[in-house]
C-alpha cells in the first residue's frame, strides 16, 4: 500500500541542465542574464533522498517548468512586504514526446472523472438491459427510464451532496495518498448526473418503439382507445423534452447559448416529467402491469418530483449591501446565520428564470455571508454596474471540492482575479487553522490586476495570516503561465495537492500539469 512519504517522493525528478538564457524583465523592460538554479539543488533541501524511478518518463523538456524570477518589493502592507513575481516569457523548447508520455497526456485530458463517471454509468444500464433484454415488460423500459431521472436529480440535490462531502471532509489525513487523491474527485458527480440523464433516454427510446408497436398493433385492429392516443402523443413529446434537454447540455451548446441551456434544462425538465406521470398512470390500466400504488415508477416519479419541489421551498428574498472592488469586481454581504466554509450557494434576481452559483464567505461575525463577483456575462454585468438592494438565494449552501483540502499533509491554492473568492473562505476556515496547528504546509499563488492596490488588502491579509508568502502575481506587468509555475511551486515547496480556481483554460492546464508529475490537482467542474 503506498505511503503519503512515497507519495511526495513520487515528485522527485533530476534537475535538468538549463543553460544561460535571456528574457525580457516585464518589470524595467530590459535585457536580463538569468542563471537558472533548481531549488531542489539547495543546502537546505530537505526532500525524501530516495526517488520514485516510475516518473523518470516524465521527464520531458516540454514539462520542464524551471523559471528564472526577480522579485520586486511593490510596497508595504500590514507591516508586510507585498511582493509580486515575473517569470521568463521565453518558450520551453519543442520536443518530441514518447509514447508514453502521449498516453499519459491523454488518459489525463479524456479519462477524467468526469468521463470515467459518466462511461460507469453508461455501462451499469448496458449490462442491466443486456441480462433483463428478454424478460423485460412493456412497462419495464419506463421503470428504467424513472430510476435514471430520479439518479440524475438525487445526485445533485445539496443535501446528499453536504452529507456526502462532509463525510469525506473528515477522514483521516494519513489516508494512503492514491486513495485520498482518489476519493477528493467525488465533486465530479455532474459526470453520474449526465451519465444517468442520458441513460434514460435510451432507456425511454426503447420503451417508445415497444409502444409504438403495441399501439400499432392495436390501432390495425381496432381496439385502440382514447386512453392509448394520449399515451403515445405524450411519449412522442417526452422524447422530444428529454432530447432536447440532454443535446442543450453539450458543454460547447450551454457555453455559447447559456440562458437557452438554462431555460431549456428548467422548463424541458418539468415538462418531460408531467409526461412521465402520464405514462406511469396509463400504462398502470394495462392488464400486464401491476395499479398504480404498485408501479415502482410512480413511486420513483414521487420521489423525484419531490427533489425537485424541495428547493422552490427554501428560497428567501434578502437585502444586500454592495462594496465596489474594482471596476471589474463587487462584493455583495447579505444576512446569513453560520453560513458554512467552503460553500457554494445560488444567487438569482428572477428565480423563475435564471440561478448563478457563486462561493459564499462567511463573516467573522457569523450573522452574515459575502460573495466576490467578477464580470463574466450578461448577469454579473448587470450586478456590478447596476446593483440592486435585494436578491434571492437558495438554501442551503452545497460544500464545494476545496472542503476536501484537510485529506492532505501539504497544498498549494492558486487562484487568478476573483477566483480569489472560494478561496478565503477556506482560508478562513477551521480545518485551515487545524491544518497550520498541525505543521503541515500551505502555500498561496494568485494572479490580479494590482493585487497590492487598496481595494484588495482584504485578501492580502487573509492571504498572509495563513502563508506569509505567497507567491503573487501582478497581470498588469505580464500573465505568467500559471500552470508552469504552479507545477515549480509544488516542487520547489513539496506540495502534495493542488486546489485551483480559475477560468477554464487555466484550471484544466493546472489539473493536467500538476497530475502529469504525479500530484494531486483539484479545480471547479464546469461541465455540470
Known sequence: MESRNSSVESLEHSPPNVPEEEHVDSNEGVVQIHQRSDPLDTSDNTRASSINSSQESLKSTSMQVYASMSEKNAGTKSGNAVKTHSVSAVPLP???????????????????????????????NIVVFAVLYKRLSLAAPLIATAANIFAAVFVRQEDLINLTFAFVAKMPSNLPFWFARTISDLHHYGGFHIGCA????????????????????????????????????????????????????????RVKFHNTFEHTHRFGGWTAL????IHAGVSSKSPENPDMHANPAVWLLAATTFI????????????????LVSSREVKLSFPFKHMPYTSTMRFSRSPLMEWHA????????????????????DWTK????????????????????????????????????????????????????????QGRTIKVMWCVYQPDAPHWQFVQDIIRNVDPEPRIFDSKQGRPDVA???????????????MVVSNPKVTREVVEGVKAWGGAAYGAVFDS
Open 94 to 124: 519543442n520536443t518530441r514526446w514518447t509514447h508514453r508520455q502521449w498516453i499519459k497526456f491523454l488518459s489525463l485530458h479524456w479519462l477524467s472523472a468526469y468521463r470515467v463517471l459518466i462511461g460507469l454509468t453508461f455501462i451499469i
Open 198 to 253: 442520458i441513460s434514460a433516454l435510451f432507456w425511454y427510446t426503447y420503451f417508445v418503439y415497444r409502444n409504438t408497436v403495441f399501439f400499432l398493433g392495436n390501432s390495425d385492429a381496432g381496439t385502440a382507445t382514447a386512453s392509448m392516443w394520449v399515451d403515445i402523443i405524450a411519449c412522442y413529446s417526452f422524447l422530444f423534452s428529454i432530447f432536447l434537454v440532454c443535446v442543450t447540455a453539450h458543454p460547447r451548446l
Open 274 to 277: 408531467i409526461v412521465l406521470w
Open 308 to 323: 425537485i419541489i424541495l428547493p422552490w421551498t427554501r428560497m428567501r428574498r434578502v437585502p444586500i449591501t454592495t462594496e
Open 358 to 377: 457563486f462561493a459564499t464567505i462567511p463573516n467573522p461575525d457569523g450573522e452574515s455571508a459575502y460573495i466576490v463577483i467578477s464580470q463574466a456575462g
Open 382 to 437: 448587470a450586478i456590478i454596474q447596476n446593483p440592486p438592494t435585494h436578491i434571492w438565494i437558495r438554501k442551503p449552501a452545497a460544500m464545494n471540492f476545496l472542503a476536501f483540502s484537510p485529506l492532505f499533509n501539504s497544498l498549494l491554492l492558486v487562484a487568478t482575479g476573483a477566483g480569489i473568492g472560494p478561496m478565503l473562505s477556506l482560508l478562513r476556515s477551521p480545518a485551515i487553522a487545524n491544518m497550520k496547528k
Open 484 to 498: 508552469g509555475e504552479t507545477t515549480y511551486l509544488m516542487q520547489e515547496a513539496q506540495i502534495e495537492a493542488v
